[in-house]
């Protein structure tokens, strides 16, 4: 445990800016234990804390990329020599393993979220120093607190026995006591919390041995509440909590035609008689359809399952990736997950109570809403409305307040347009449990097609994926100018949004944080992707990026960027008429942007872009070879450092290597489905490390003008 030092010598505002009141400048210095209440083990915050990059003393300011030096310091594979995967495997070190896998996988099985069932449990039983609480989790009814001497005072202290005391602040409370050595810490199990702050926390006094006492009249933490709603793009989309792990040797042949149940060998084809085999356009010397297996258990036990068995469908369902909420790719890596680390870092007199329900696939209707469907592999077939597991954890008690919101609501890729009126039952203002102090959002990209547009720069037509359309039930690609109807009809739902937000949970617009989504197009110059067509692409022949329609989409996308902000704050001047008037309120975040123009999809290191190119191709068994090209698959590095921030096909298939339910585990367009469908072109844990050092400052900037706080740090 990291201790604060913080003495009457060091009070600058550098501890307001934290939100950190005068209570750190005193003789007794305390911090939460356990503060990110997420987390159900403290030693689970204490390895995240390992990262951080500088002393939690109270009085060090973070740096501005606090966040992003976490996660490289978590999540840089243990090696000596980290040029290539294959050079990093060959010169592992002790925590090659678990630090190739990351730092959420060693954090996913003690949270309070019960991944099967999909939601936050009512109580979590959060394990601490001295034992065991239920806590509810949305309201504490307390916390556990450290505290000791400040260092120059516990220099001036012969030595012998401290005698502690505290009573809490609310009348009526037990005093207790307690003597320890001067030099150790005392541990408050359960000290007080109330949304009262005049009665919330304990009062304490240490008497020395030469008969002085010190005293610190406020030991009361700061519990904040953040709830985090929307997309895939806050949902943490392409980085599974636990990633996929690839054998070094088998493979998987894509062709239920063709595959047998013995091991599958590269078959060199002459060019002319590529398309007749395997009904593929191919200009490679390899076969498009062997690709990377995931690493069974078959293979770890030495045996091999039959393709077509039971045995071997089951075996890679197991080895798939392990998702935080696997109905909506919900993983720890999302920015909300980070932004609440760090405020539960950077203030040790402060704890994180975060809700994030942000779902790949969400819309303003069908997400938060409205029920959609779930991912797959989910054991249950439907994701529920946001907004109603939101208002499932706030109150207390029946919801008897109806509302109603009209929403226009379209099939994907119709053009026609029609309107549904949504109900909603809320709980009465005085039935919620507490105030939300902000609402992290990221939501509008699926509401205009996002996954459509990119499917249409990178594919030539829709027909050769009609399975998949059939598979997700909706039509997959379409052009910017449907997209451009869709945008006309989005400041209704966003409306629509705004006052369920107000109705539903009392919460201003200024205190929602929407995050502008981050540029996809750029290279490493600025320049527009689409040079090298199948850079990063090439997990199938028929995905190839077209600059033409990619320049297609980016126009749009400059429309839709415009119009989203717009939407938030239209008296900024040329807006269309809208029917939020002069703008939902919400606080429309950019400032993260910059940080992606030259780190897109088909960015490469212009260090060694020569060399990071060549690494960005999937890695596959040429004809009379051994091994891999460019690198072994089961070296794949799904955390490491990269220039992109994006995921590629190529990436998304090596680390979520997701795969549909609805046809053929072999079928050909599994490759397709699980590059598009496992994230591609959304963030890395780096770049959603990056948009979470931009997000935080915005927050501290909420919490520092809450009633209370305010008061505090004056």
Request: net charge neutral; aromatic share 8%.
């Amino acid at each position: 445990m990291v201790w604060i030092t913080a003495t009457r010598t060091v009070c600058s505002a550098a501890f307001m800016m934290l939100g950190v009141g005068p209570a750190l400048c005193a003789d007794l210095v305390w911090q939460v234990e356990g503060p990110f209440r997420f987390f159900r083990n403290t030693s689970s915050f204490a390895m995240y804390e390992r990262g951080y990059p500088v002393a939690r003393d109270g009085a060090t300011r973070p740096p501005a990329d606090a966040i992003w030096r976490t996660e490289r310091r978590l999540n840089d594979p243990d090696c000596r020599d980290a040029t290539t995967p294959d050079a990093c495997a060959a010169s592992a070190r002790a925590r090659y393993a678990a630090s190739r896998l990351g730092w959420a996988a060693q954090t996913i099985d003690a949270v309070c979220y019960d991944s099967t069932a999909a939601r936050y449990p009512v109580t979590c039983e959060r394990r601490y120093s001295w034992g065991v609480a239920k806590e509810d989790y949305v309201l504490p009814e307390a916390h556990t607190v450290v505290l000791r001497l400040a260092p120059e005072r516990l220099a001036e202290v012969p030595q012998g026995d401290c005698t502690w005391s505290w009573t809490p602040r609310k009348a009526g409370g037990r005093a207790e006591s307690r003597k320890l050595a001067c030099a150790a810490a005392l541990v408050i199990p359960r000290v007080p919390f109330a949304l009262d702050r005049a009665v919330s926390g304990v009062r304490v006094e240490v008497t020395l041995p030469d008969g002085r006492t010190l005293t610190d009249g406020n030991v009361s933490v700061d519990d904040v509440l953040v709830v985090a709603m929307g997309d895939s793009f806050a949902s943490g989309e392409s980085n599974p909590d636990r990633p996929v792990t690839f054998s070094a040797s088998r493979q998987m042949i894509y062709d239920p035609a063709q595959a047998r149940d013995d091991q599958v060998a590269a078959r060199k084809v002459e060019p002319q008689n590529r398309a007749a085999v395997f009904g593929l356009a191919s200009s490679s010397g390899f076969d498009p359809k062997l690709l990377p297996r995931r690493l069974l258990e078959d293979e770890t036990r030495g045996l091999s399952y039959r393709l077509s068995s039971p045995e071997f469908a089951a075996a890679f369902a197991k080895a798939g990736p392990r998702w935080l909420s696997p109905d909506c790719h919900r993983s720890q890596y999302g920015y909300p997950f980070r932004v609440g680390l760090q405020l539960a870092l950077e203030n040790p007199h402060r704890s994180v109570t975060l809700i994030s329900l942000a779902c790949t696939g969400s819309e303003v209707t069908e997400g938060l809403f409205l029920d959609k469907k779930a991912r797959e592999g989910a054991a249950n077939a439907v994701a529920r409305a946001q907004l109603d597991q939101l208002a499932e954890l706030m109150c207390r008690g029946a919801r008897t307040q109806a509302a109603s919101y009209t929403l226009p609501v379209y099939a994907s890729g119709s053009t026609q347009i029609s309107t549904r009126i949504v109900a909603k039952t809320w709980c009465a203002p005085q039935s919620r449990k507490r105030p939300i102090d902000t609402v992290l959002l990221s939501i509008g990209g699926n509401d205009v097609g996002f996954s459509a547009l990119l499917l249409y720069a990178m594919t030539e037509g829709a027909s050769d994926l009609a399975p998949i359309a059939g598979a997700i039930g909706q039509q997959i690609r379409f052009s910017p100018q449907v997209s451009r109807l869709y945008m006309e009809q989005l400041d209704k739902r966003m409306k629509a949004l705004r006052d369920a937000l107000q109705d539903g949970f009392g919460v201003p617009p200024q205190r929602v944080l929407q995050t502008a989504y981050e540029p996809i197009q750029f290279d490493e110059n600025g320049g527009l992707c689409g040079n090298e067509p199948a850079l990063g692409l090439d997990v199938h022949p028929r995905l190839r990026l077209d600059r033409v329609r990619l320049g297609e989409t980016v126009d749009f996308l400059k429309d839709f960027f415009t119009r989203m902000r717009c939407i938030d704050d239209a008296r900024a001047g040329g807006c269309p008429a809208l029917v939020t008037g002069s703008g939902t309120g919400f606080q429309l975040l950019t400032d993260h942007q910059v940080e992606f123009a030259r780190r897109g999809l088909c960015a490469r290191d212009p260090r060694r872009a020569v060399a990071d190119g060549d690494l960005m191709a999937m890695p596959r068994r040429w004809p009379d070879a051994d091994g891999y090209s460019p690198y072994s698959p089961a070296a794949f590095l799904p955390y490491e450092h990269r220039w992109r921030l994006f995921r590629t096909p190529n990436d998304a298939f090596l680390t979520a290597n997701v795969h549909s339910t609805a046809f053929s585990l072999f079928d050909i367009l599994q490759p397709v489905y699980a590059g598009m469908y496992s994230g591609a072109v959304h963030p890395t844990a780096e770049g959603h490390a990056i948009v979470a050092d931009h997000v935080v400052r915005h927050v501290r900037a909420i919490l520092d003008k809450a009633p209370g706080r305010e008061a505090e740090a004056r």
